[in-house]
Protein backbone atom coordinates (compact mmCIF):
# COMPACT_ATOMS: atom_id res chain seq x y z
CA UNK A 1 0.00 0.00 0.00
CA UNK A 2 1.17 3.62 -0.74
CA UNK A 3 1.09 5.55 1.83
CA UNK A 4 0.16 9.88 1.23
CA UNK A 5 3.25 11.49 2.35
CA UNK A 6 3.53 15.22 1.74
CA UNK A 7 6.14 17.75 3.09
CA UNK A 8 5.20 21.22 3.51
CA UNK A 9 6.12 23.61 6.21
CA UNK A 10 2.92 23.36 8.06
CA UNK A 11 2.68 19.29 7.50
CA UNK A 12 4.90 16.99 7.30
CA UNK A 13 3.15 13.37 6.23
CA UNK A 14 4.46 9.81 5.66
CA UNK A 15 7.53 8.79 4.66
CA UNK A 16 10.06 11.72 3.58
CA UNK A 17 12.10 10.72 0.56
CA UNK A 18 15.14 12.98 1.36
CA UNK A 19 16.66 12.44 -2.11
CA UNK A 20 13.92 13.61 -3.74
CA UNK A 21 13.18 16.79 -1.80
CA UNK A 22 16.78 17.54 -2.10
CA UNK A 23 16.35 17.76 -6.16
CA UNK A 24 13.21 19.13 -5.76
CA UNK A 25 14.07 22.05 -3.42
CA UNK A 26 17.65 22.51 -5.15
CA UNK A 27 19.35 21.59 -1.61
CA UNK A 28 22.86 19.90 -1.88
CA UNK A 29 24.49 17.34 0.62
CA UNK A 30 27.33 18.06 3.04
CA UNK A 31 30.61 17.12 0.53
CA UNK A 32 33.57 18.42 2.37
CA UNK A 33 33.95 19.59 5.77
CA UNK A 34 36.92 21.17 7.92
CA UNK A 35 38.82 18.37 10.53
CA UNK A 36 36.92 19.93 13.29
CA UNK A 37 33.95 19.39 12.23
CA UNK A 38 33.94 16.00 10.50
CA UNK A 39 34.31 14.21 13.73
CA UNK A 40 31.13 16.42 15.21
CA UNK A 41 28.19 13.49 16.57
CA UNK A 42 25.72 15.55 14.07
CA UNK A 43 27.66 15.56 11.10
CA UNK A 44 29.55 12.24 11.68
CA UNK A 45 26.08 10.52 11.80
CA UNK A 46 24.35 12.12 9.31
CA UNK A 47 21.78 14.22 11.42
CA UNK A 48 22.81 17.23 9.43
CA UNK A 49 22.68 15.97 6.13
CA UNK A 50 22.45 18.80 3.63
CA UNK A 51 22.97 22.97 3.06
CA UNK A 52 22.57 25.68 1.10
CA UNK A 53 25.75 28.44 0.94
CA UNK A 54 27.25 26.09 3.86
CA UNK A 55 30.54 27.57 2.61
CA UNK A 56 30.57 31.11 3.89
CA UNK A 57 29.65 30.29 7.17
CA UNK A 58 32.54 27.20 7.15
CA UNK A 59 34.87 30.02 6.35
CA UNK A 60 33.49 32.77 9.44
CA UNK A 61 34.23 29.74 11.64
CA UNK A 62 37.81 29.12 10.45
CA UNK A 63 38.71 32.49 10.76
CA UNK A 64 36.93 33.45 13.40
CA UNK A 65 34.97 36.16 11.92
CA UNK A 66 31.12 37.24 13.48
CA UNK A 67 28.50 34.73 12.14
CA UNK A 68 24.75 34.59 13.46
CA UNK A 69 22.56 31.51 13.91
CA UNK A 70 19.29 31.97 13.52
CA UNK A 71 16.23 29.70 13.90
CA UNK A 72 12.89 29.42 15.21
CA UNK A 73 10.33 26.84 16.84
CA UNK A 74 6.94 26.72 16.89
CA UNK A 75 5.66 25.96 20.65
CA UNK A 76 2.59 24.03 19.84
CA UNK A 77 2.87 20.62 21.64
CA UNK A 78 5.06 19.13 23.84
CA UNK A 79 8.87 19.35 23.24
CA UNK A 80 9.73 15.41 22.34
CA UNK A 81 13.04 13.94 21.75
CA UNK A 82 12.94 14.68 18.02
CA UNK A 83 13.63 18.98 18.80
CA UNK A 84 16.61 17.83 20.54
CA UNK A 85 18.35 17.26 16.93
CA UNK A 86 17.75 20.96 16.31
CA UNK A 87 18.47 22.49 19.88
CA UNK A 88 22.42 20.54 19.64
CA UNK A 89 22.70 22.11 16.22
CA UNK A 90 22.28 25.76 18.06
CA UNK A 91 24.31 24.32 20.56
CA UNK A 92 26.95 23.11 18.06
CA UNK A 93 27.28 26.76 16.39
CA UNK A 94 27.29 28.51 19.57
CA UNK A 95 30.65 26.55 20.30
CA UNK A 96 32.09 27.40 16.93
CA UNK A 97 31.59 31.23 17.61
CA UNK A 98 27.74 32.06 16.72
CA UNK A 99 26.01 34.63 18.10
CA UNK A 100 22.89 33.02 18.56
CA UNK A 101 19.48 34.30 17.34
CA UNK A 102 15.60 32.01 18.45
CA UNK A 103 12.82 33.29 17.73
CA UNK A 104 9.32 31.64 19.26
CA UNK A 105 7.26 31.59 16.49
CA UNK A 106 4.14 32.71 18.29
CA UNK A 107 2.18 34.86 15.61
CA UNK A 108 3.04 32.16 13.12
CA UNK A 109 1.34 29.36 16.15
CA UNK A 110 -1.66 31.96 16.44
CA UNK A 111 -1.96 32.26 12.24
CA UNK A 112 -1.54 28.24 11.44
CA UNK A 113 -2.41 26.71 14.31
CA UNK A 114 -5.21 29.49 15.70
CA UNK A 115 -3.16 29.08 18.99
CA UNK A 116 -3.21 32.40 21.64
CA UNK A 117 -0.48 34.11 22.06
CA UNK A 118 -0.75 33.59 25.88
CA UNK A 119 -0.64 29.53 25.28
CA UNK A 120 2.24 29.99 22.90
CA UNK A 121 4.31 32.04 25.62
CA UNK A 122 3.62 29.51 28.36
CA UNK A 123 4.34 26.62 26.24
CA UNK A 124 7.44 28.23 24.83
CA UNK A 125 9.41 29.17 28.81
CA UNK A 126 7.92 26.16 30.63
CA UNK A 127 8.63 23.27 27.94
CA UNK A 128 10.97 24.88 25.22
CA UNK A 129 13.22 27.34 26.23
CA UNK A 130 13.96 25.34 29.73
CA UNK A 131 14.72 22.34 27.85
CA UNK A 132 17.30 24.24 25.83
CA UNK A 133 18.58 25.22 29.19
CA UNK A 134 18.50 21.89 30.58
CA UNK A 135 20.77 20.58 26.92
CA UNK A 136 23.38 23.10 27.47
CA UNK A 137 22.38 26.47 25.38
CA UNK A 138 24.88 29.15 26.98
CA UNK A 139 23.36 32.78 27.95
CA UNK A 140 26.04 34.57 26.45
CA UNK A 141 25.32 35.62 23.00
CA UNK A 142 22.11 34.18 23.00
CA UNK A 143 19.07 36.21 21.81
CA UNK A 144 15.65 34.71 22.47
CA UNK A 145 12.73 37.03 21.12
CA UNK A 146 8.87 35.88 20.58
CA UNK A 147 7.37 37.52 17.00
CA UNK A 148 4.21 39.21 18.48
CA UNK A 149 7.00 41.42 20.58
CA UNK A 150 10.72 41.44 19.00
CA UNK A 151 12.20 44.32 21.17
CA UNK A 152 11.90 46.67 23.99
CA UNK A 153 14.26 49.10 22.34
CA UNK A 154 11.32 50.39 19.80
CA UNK A 155 14.55 51.53 17.48
CA UNK A 156 14.70 47.53 16.66
CA UNK A 157 11.33 46.78 16.99
CA UNK A 158 9.95 49.16 14.07
CA UNK A 159 13.37 48.23 12.19
CA UNK A 160 12.56 44.56 12.25
CA UNK A 161 8.81 44.86 11.35
CA UNK A 162 9.23 47.43 9.09
CA UNK A 163 11.46 44.47 7.36
CA UNK A 164 8.27 42.29 7.15
CA UNK A 165 6.33 45.09 5.59
CA UNK A 166 8.90 46.55 2.99
CA UNK A 167 9.27 42.56 2.05
CA UNK A 168 5.69 41.99 0.56
CA UNK A 169 6.45 44.42 -2.20
CA UNK A 170 8.88 41.89 -3.58
CA UNK A 171 6.69 38.70 -3.90
CA UNK A 172 3.70 37.67 -6.04
CA UNK A 173 0.80 36.09 -5.27
CA UNK A 174 1.62 33.57 -7.92
CA UNK A 175 5.41 33.01 -6.57
CA UNK A 176 3.14 32.23 -3.16
CA UNK A 177 1.31 29.12 -4.91
CA UNK A 178 4.60 27.95 -6.65
CA UNK A 179 6.26 27.62 -3.38
CA UNK A 180 3.77 26.50 -0.91
CA UNK A 181 1.21 25.17 -3.14
CA UNK A 182 -2.83 26.22 -1.22
CA UNK A 183 -1.84 29.04 0.84
CA UNK A 184 -3.93 31.67 3.05
CA UNK A 185 -3.47 35.31 3.84
CA UNK A 186 -2.92 34.32 7.35
CA UNK A 187 -0.04 32.02 6.35
CA UNK A 188 1.42 34.46 3.44
CA UNK A 189 1.55 36.77 6.58
CA UNK A 190 3.33 34.27 8.52
CA UNK A 191 6.09 33.25 5.69
CA UNK A 192 6.88 37.03 5.84
CA UNK A 193 7.45 37.41 9.41
CA UNK A 194 9.61 34.38 9.21
CA UNK A 195 11.24 35.64 6.31
CA UNK A 196 12.11 38.97 8.57
CA UNK A 197 13.30 36.46 11.49
CA UNK A 198 15.85 35.17 9.42
CA UNK A 199 17.05 38.27 7.89
CA UNK A 200 17.05 40.80 10.62
CA UNK A 201 19.89 40.39 11.76
CA UNK A 202 21.71 41.70 9.26
CA UNK A 203 19.65 45.30 9.62
CA UNK A 204 22.24 48.15 10.93
CA UNK A 205 20.12 48.46 14.11
CA UNK A 206 21.20 44.77 14.58
CA UNK A 207 24.39 43.32 13.44
CA UNK A 208 24.62 44.53 10.07
CA UNK A 209 25.66 43.05 7.14
CA UNK A 210 26.65 39.42 8.33
CA UNK A 211 26.57 35.53 7.26
CA UNK A 212 23.63 33.89 9.12
CA UNK A 213 22.95 30.23 9.24
CA UNK A 214 19.23 28.65 9.88
CA UNK A 215 19.39 24.99 10.69
CA UNK A 216 15.89 23.85 10.44
CA UNK A 217 14.12 20.12 8.91
CA UNK A 218 13.86 20.31 5.88
CA UNK A 219 9.79 21.38 5.60
CA UNK A 220 11.07 24.77 6.49
CA UNK A 221 13.12 24.91 3.31
CA UNK A 222 10.51 27.03 1.26
CA UNK A 223 10.56 29.62 3.49
CA UNK A 224 14.20 29.75 3.19
CA UNK A 225 13.72 29.75 -1.00
CA UNK A 226 10.77 32.99 -0.36
CA UNK A 227 13.63 34.82 2.02
CA UNK A 228 16.97 34.21 -0.24
CA UNK A 229 15.10 35.39 -3.11
CA UNK A 230 13.50 38.61 -1.46
CA UNK A 231 16.68 39.56 0.69
CA UNK A 232 18.57 40.35 -3.19
CA UNK A 233 14.98 42.17 -4.35
CA UNK A 234 14.81 44.23 -1.85
CA UNK A 235 16.38 47.87 -2.82
CA UNK A 236 16.58 49.35 0.61
CA UNK A 237 18.92 46.73 2.14
CA UNK A 238 21.98 44.96 1.11
CA UNK A 239 22.16 41.61 2.10
CA UNK A 240 24.88 38.68 3.09
CA UNK A 241 23.11 35.65 1.35
CA UNK A 242 21.43 33.15 4.06
CA UNK A 243 22.98 30.08 4.48
CA UNK A 244 21.00 26.70 6.16
CA UNK A 245 21.51 23.64 7.32
CA UNK A 246 19.08 20.60 7.05
CA UNK A 247 18.26 17.94 10.23
CA UNK A 248 16.85 14.45 9.16
CA UNK A 249 13.91 14.28 10.91
CA UNK A 250 13.94 11.53 13.85
CA UNK A 251 11.22 9.27 13.06
CA UNK A 252 8.39 8.70 15.43
CA UNK A 253 8.06 5.38 17.20
CA UNK A 254 5.72 3.70 14.29
CA UNK A 255 7.73 5.12 11.35
CA UNK A 256 7.03 8.55 9.42
CA UNK A 257 7.55 12.08 11.39
CA UNK A 258 7.77 12.59 14.99
CA UNK A 259 5.24 14.71 15.40
CA UNK A 260 4.40 17.00 18.55
CA UNK A 261 0.22 16.51 18.17
CA UNK A 262 0.46 12.91 17.99
CA UNK A 263 1.34 11.38 21.28
CA UNK A 264 1.36 7.90 19.94
CA UNK A 265 4.49 9.00 17.55
CA UNK A 266 6.84 10.81 20.49
CA UNK A 267 9.15 10.40 23.49
CA UNK A 268 8.17 13.83 25.59
CA UNK A 269 11.34 14.97 27.32
CA UNK A 270 8.86 15.16 30.58
CA UNK A 271 8.07 11.10 29.92
CA UNK A 272 8.50 9.00 32.72
CA UNK A 273 10.93 5.86 33.01
CA UNK A 274 7.54 3.17 32.64
CA UNK A 275 5.90 5.86 29.95
CA UNK A 276 9.12 5.23 27.89
CA UNK A 277 9.06 1.51 28.41
CA UNK A 278 5.52 1.03 27.02
CA UNK A 279 5.81 3.32 24.52
CA UNK A 280 9.21 1.59 23.25
CA UNK A 281 7.57 -1.58 23.61
CA UNK A 282 3.89 -1.69 22.66
CA UNK A 283 4.94 1.22 19.52
CA UNK A 284 8.55 1.44 17.95
CA UNK A 285 8.87 -0.43 14.70
CA UNK A 286 11.11 -3.35 14.65
CA UNK A 287 13.37 -4.21 12.33
CA UNK A 288 13.09 -7.86 13.62
CA UNK A 289 11.06 -10.78 12.19
CA UNK A 290 8.13 -12.48 13.67
CA UNK A 291 9.31 -15.11 15.65
CA UNK A 292 12.56 -15.93 17.56
CA UNK A 293 13.49 -18.95 15.06
CA UNK A 294 13.05 -17.06 11.94
CA UNK A 295 15.18 -13.61 13.78
CA UNK A 296 17.94 -16.04 14.46
CA UNK A 297 17.93 -17.49 11.29
CA UNK A 298 17.80 -14.70 8.63
CA UNK A 299 18.47 -11.20 11.37
CA UNK A 300 17.08 -8.39 11.55
CA UNK A 301 16.88 -4.98 9.36
CA UNK A 302 18.41 -2.28 11.65
CA UNK A 303 18.23 0.24 8.59
CA UNK A 304 14.05 0.20 9.32
CA UNK A 305 14.40 -0.23 12.91
CA UNK A 306 13.22 2.60 15.11
CA UNK A 307 15.27 2.04 17.88
CA UNK A 308 18.31 1.73 15.98
CA UNK A 309 17.60 4.94 14.62
CA UNK A 310 17.20 6.60 18.17
CA UNK A 311 20.58 5.02 19.12
CA UNK A 312 22.54 5.81 15.94
CA UNK A 313 20.68 9.85 16.03
CA UNK A 314 20.71 10.61 19.52
CA UNK A 315 21.45 8.31 21.76
CA UNK A 316 24.65 5.98 21.23
CA UNK A 317 27.47 7.78 20.96
CA UNK A 318 30.01 5.33 20.76
CA UNK A 319 30.86 4.70 17.34
CA UNK A 320 31.88 1.26 18.29
CA UNK A 321 29.16 0.05 20.00
CA UNK A 322 27.11 1.36 17.57
CA UNK A 323 28.78 -0.59 15.04
CA UNK A 324 28.33 -3.99 17.14
CA UNK A 325 24.61 -3.69 17.62
CA UNK A 326 24.10 -3.29 14.05
CA UNK A 327 26.14 -5.78 13.22
CA UNK A 328 24.63 -8.30 15.90
CA UNK A 329 21.31 -7.31 15.02
CA UNK A 330 21.59 -7.64 11.20
CA UNK A 331 22.99 -11.20 12.19
CA UNK A 332 20.28 -12.30 14.32
CA UNK A 333 22.52 -12.81 17.47
CA UNK A 334 21.07 -9.88 18.88
CA UNK A 335 16.80 -9.73 19.30
CA UNK A 336 14.13 -7.40 18.95
CA UNK A 337 13.06 -7.39 22.57
CA UNK A 338 16.97 -7.10 23.31
CA UNK A 339 17.65 -4.04 21.27
CA UNK A 340 14.53 -2.22 22.62
CA UNK A 341 15.84 -2.88 26.38
CA UNK A 342 19.00 -1.41 25.56
CA UNK A 343 17.78 1.41 23.92
CA UNK A 344 14.89 1.85 26.98
CA UNK A 345 18.31 1.71 29.16
CA UNK A 346 19.72 4.25 27.06
CA UNK A 347 16.44 7.34 26.78
CA UNK A 348 16.00 6.03 30.20
CA UNK A 349 19.60 6.97 31.97
CA UNK A 350 19.26 10.22 29.57
CA UNK A 351 15.81 11.62 30.85
CA UNK A 352 17.06 10.73 34.39
CA UNK A 353 19.73 13.38 33.81
CA UNK A 354 17.99 15.64 31.72
CA UNK A 355 15.13 15.67 34.40
CA UNK A 356 17.43 16.71 37.06
CA UNK A 357 18.99 19.41 34.86
CA UNK A 358 14.93 20.52 33.94
CA UNK A 359 14.71 21.50 37.64
CA UNK A 360 17.72 23.17 37.65
CA UNK A 361 17.12 25.26 34.97
CA UNK A 362 13.57 26.51 36.25
CA UNK A 363 16.01 28.95 38.37
CA UNK A 364 17.78 30.22 34.72
CA UNK A 365 15.16 30.93 32.76
CA UNK A 366 15.28 34.40 33.78
CA UNK A 367 18.57 34.89 32.25
CA UNK A 368 16.93 34.06 29.35
CA UNK A 369 13.94 35.61 28.44
CA UNK A 370 11.92 38.57 30.45
CA UNK A 371 9.51 36.53 32.28
CA UNK A 372 6.03 38.23 33.80
N1 LIG B 1 8.23 27.87 11.07
C1 LIG B 1 9.08 27.31 12.08
C2 LIG B 1 8.41 26.03 12.64
O1 LIG B 1 7.33 25.68 12.27
C3 LIG B 1 9.38 28.25 13.19
C4 LIG B 1 10.17 29.47 12.77
C5 LIG B 1 9.74 30.77 12.87
C6 LIG B 1 11.49 29.53 12.24
N2 LIG B 1 10.72 31.62 12.46
C7 LIG B 1 11.79 30.89 12.07
C8 LIG B 1 12.42 28.56 11.90
C9 LIG B 1 13.01 31.29 11.55
C10 LIG B 1 13.64 28.97 11.38
C11 LIG B 1 13.94 30.33 11.22
O2 LIG B 1 8.96 25.37 13.49
Same mark, same amino acid.
Request: proline letters at 9%; hydrophobic letters at 10%; zero cysteines.
Given at each position: MEKESSVTPWEVKGEVDYARLLREFGISPIKELPPQLKDEFLFRRGVIFAQRDLKQILSAIGSKKPFVMMTGMMPTGKFHIGHILVAKQMMLFQKLGAKLYIAVADIEAYLA???SLETSRQIAINDYILNYIALGLNKENCEIYFQSSRSKNSEKANSFYRLQALLSRYVTFNEFKAIY? =?? $?PGKMSAALLQAADMLHPQLPEFEGQIPVVVPVGIDQDPHLRLARDLSQRIKDYKFVQLSSTYNIFLPGLSGGKMSA $? =?? $?SYIALTDTEKEVEKKIKKYAFSGGKDTIAEHRKLGGNPDIDVCFQYLNLLFEEDDKKLASIYNNYKSGKMLSSELKDYTIKKINSFLKEHQKKREEAKKRLGEFIKLN
Open positions: RTQG =DI $S $S =DP $S
